[in-house]
């Protein structure tokens, strides 16, 4: 039997595009007619060894240009840019999978889940980017995103608190107001792929949560104190508000929670 852990590297190690959307739904596939074994037979390959394609050229943030959406150039441009988050995803949610062992199955199915629905994500959003007349490539892209998975590269609590309980996160932040933005252009096709997402990102940062919580009960952790500490650790800067409360708590945040990082992100030195 084909194991889980083969896929997850072939994945994370071609930077070929299509072959990734191609192994990450055949392996999706494989898992849910019980065809894809978890174990653990090879070593973890180091996380240096995750492959990316040529282009996009990645940049740090402060390199990346302006973008303003009255113009058709700016909102390809914001596509792109959601492409690109939505591309490495896929990367992350892998990385999630392969690189922590010796968990429970629904860990390694809901990550192969998340990863399947990233895959999704990027098609739908490159499809609308070529519409617009842009490949996935021809900009510059944001470098920071996959420097939240090296940081963590050893470290699950820390790789859980910092990828879906912040980053993805994020996303239930300032997605609801992009769609407004659509709306009120009357984009309804950009409005429809950005509400799909969202529904999906609320489900992904809610297993973030599960798990979150979950090992940190296994380990005797308190997990409020645990999650301030390792984002205070492992986070580069401060996470930005405002934070959009109640997605947050449909994902598994809790009030204290939410609280402490309205409190965190206002204060210069905590
Ligand atoms: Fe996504
Ligand atoms: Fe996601």
Redesign the pocket.
């Known amino acids: 039997m084909k194991s889980l852990f083969d896929y997850a590297q072939s994945c994370l190690q071609t930077y070929d595009i299509e072959q990734k959307l191609i192994l990450t739904h055949a392996a999706w596939h494989a898992w849910q007619c019980d065809a894809l074994s978890y174990t653990d037979t090879q070593p973890i390959a180091d996380i240096h060894f995750t492959q990316f394609p040529a282009r996009p050229i990645l940049l740090p943030p402060k390199q990346m240009p302006k973008r303003n959406l009255n113009s058709a150039q700016g909102v390809a441009s914001l596509f792109h840019a959601l492409a690109h988050?939505?591309f490495i995803?896929i990367y992350l949610a892998w990385d999630m999978l392969y690189r922590f062992r010796g968990l429970p199955k629904q860990f390694y199915q809901d990550w192969l889940k998340v990863a399947d629905?990233?895959a999704q994500?990027f098609a739908l959003i490159r499809e609308h980017l070529r519409d617009l007349g842009m490949e996935y490539g021809d900009l510059p892209a944001h470098q920071g995103l996959w420097e939240h998975a090296q940081n963590t590269a050893d470290n699950l609590l820390a790789r859980l608190a910092i990828v879906p309980r912040c980053m993805e996160a994020r996303g239930l932040d300032v997605t609801p107001l992009m769609i407004e933005k659509f709306n009120a252009r009357g984009d309804a096709k950009s409005v429809a792929i950005l509400t799909r997402?969202l529904q999906?990102?609320v489900g992904?940062v809610a297993i973030g949560s599960y798990w979150f919580n979950t090992l940190c009960l296994e380990q005797n952790l308190a997990p409020e104190p645990t999650y301030q500490q390792l984002l205070q650790q492992f986070y580069k800067g401060k996470p930005k508000g405002p934070f959009n409360r109640e997605m947050r708590i449909i994902a598994g945040f809790s009030t204290a929670e939410l609280t402490w990082l309205e409190t965190y992100a206002h204060t210069s030195n905590f």
């Open positions: 988050i939505e995803a629905e990233e994500h997402i999906d990102e992904h």
